[in-house]
């Protein structure tokens, strides 16, 4: 499970911001193994990849599995979140700790850590910020 929270640059939240979402299996495999958005596909060629949209506040919800290291880079998902008006953000989010691989220099710095929880393990995304255009 994964939570996190999109926001302006004012700190406001931003509701009904696009979030896209992709990553590896437990095995470190995507599926499709091509790059591209969740609507370049469709659904029935989609594994581990999706869209939704925040909340009200701000926030978004997706239960998935922990995905596996992907060749020399550690276990991450990727996320681009858009809204009219202000600049896409596409961004990795890395696990705190995760030693299935080392940190690529220059990667962004937005890490949480795997958290138990009663049945399943909660990761919960930093504050991402999108700025206006």
Not at 127 to 132: C, M, N, P, V
């Amino acid at each position: 499970m994964q939570d996190g929270c999109g926001a302006a640059a004012s700190g406001k939240p931003i509701r009904g911001a696009l979030v896209e979402i992709w990553q590896a299996d437990g095995r470190g495999r995507y599926h499709p193994a091509s790059d591209g958005r969740a609507s370049d596909y469709a659904d029935q060629d989609l594994d581990l990849r999706g869209r939704i949209l925040t909340d009200q506040e701000g926030r978004f919800l997706v239960e998935t599995l922990v995905p596996g290291a992907y060749g020399s880079r550690p276990r991450h998902w990727h996320l681009r979140l858009s809204r009219e008006g202000m600049r896409t953000l596409v961004t990795q989010l890395y696990i705190t700790g995760d030693s299935s691989r080392g940190r690529q220099p220059g990667e962004p710095n937005r890490h949480a850590p795997l958290a138990e929880g009663a049945s399943v393990l909660r990761y919960e995304a930093p504050d991402l910020i999108l700025e206006a255009e």
